[in-house]
């Protein structure tokens, strides 16, 4: 038999690159590739890139530039880019940087077989179509081993929403759902193999509308509900959601449905009216306070988790505080920030920028505002009994790591024979570090 041939991938950016990946590992399995950790035992490597903020181009010319010495060594060695970078630049990458054998965008991966097989024979490979086709259903089946007890599943891809600072519906296209028979076939087979828990994927997650058992179009309130009912799956999260997608269903399952954890990522960018008309968010600082204040009685206990951007082309210092005051409203646990990047071909680049060191100390304000929020969330928690799914062991000896209900990670000391990987245990939180908790068995 042929000895196999080693595949490197590195994944940068969203969730969905990282489920990426993992399928790409397996459509390049039935190529007769096996992973490596080890980039420098590659016969391929493949970097899956994000496009979504500045200098993404930048990064990938200068991690490809370091492959350069492997590239010598191992003239038989192959590499990739892949992931929205290559969707948005791939000609320009194949131009620039001779290293490059394969491009591939997000929407043709299933195509990676016949590309990798142009690369074996000498040919430069570059495929950014959007084809008609769901590249899911034509990759290959999830490999049989053991998984971790977490997985990803993604459901949905693209985004019609064009806010105005995103690159999203340029490199991942037009919003899909893939049906839902699929979905749950797959989720079906994930838990067979161990998984436990299973996060549901999309740009616009909330939006999916894919063909359910009957033909009809399935909410993915309803997807949650088919879920909901296969034996072993304990529980289901979803992410990204737009506000303007939080349909009643929806907010209801958040009450009434057991398995679908408290945690709901809500990015709402900016508080301030006039910031959110020009980012074409269609919703204002207001309706999505009242959203939240919806979403929270179905599931008082709830924890919120968003996205903002300072910066954004003439946001005023009143602009920003009308952020801060939105932030004080809803009590974030988790929070991502981010300086407005400008992204060439969207249509905020055209407008009049902010000043970089106005953004940067409204970024670090902002930050301060979420970090201690987060802070006192976790404080909260502290003397409270939580769920936890323990996912792997921790850095000291008999410690076991796993993630509460509320997506905490939660370290217990000792555990290790007490609990196995996968296993869901009530944990009594006893302190909170800073992005962590540690709790004890009860
Ligand atoms: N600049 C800064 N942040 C951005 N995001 C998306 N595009 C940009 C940009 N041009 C942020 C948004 C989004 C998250 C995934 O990335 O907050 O929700
Ligand atoms: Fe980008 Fe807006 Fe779509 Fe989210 S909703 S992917 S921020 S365009």
Redesign the pocket.
Known sequence: MEKPRKLYVKTYGCQMNVYDSERMGEVLGGQGYIATENPADADMILLNTCHIREKAAEKVYSELGKLKPLKDANPDLKIGVAGCVAQAEGEEIMRRQPLVDLVVGPQSYHRLPQLEAATRAGQKALDTDFPAEDKFDHMDARPKARRAPAAFLTVQEG?????A?????YT?GAEVSRPATRILQEARELVDRGVREITLLG??VNAYHGAGPNGADMSLAGLIWELDKIDGLERIRFT?S?PNDMADDLIEAHGSCAKLMPYLHL?V?SGSDRILKR???SHSAQSYLDLIDRIRAARPDILISG?FIVGFPEETDADFEDTMALIRKVRYGQAFSFKYSTRPGTPAAERAQVDPDVASDRLYRLQELLSQQQAEIQNDMVGRTVNVMFEKTGRLPGQMVGKSDYLHAVHVAGAEGQVAVGDIRAVKIISSGRNSLAGELV
Do not use: G
């Open positions: 985004c019609d929403k064009f806010c600072f995103c690159v999203v519906p991942r740009q616009n990204t737009h990015p960018q980012m074409n968010r996205d």
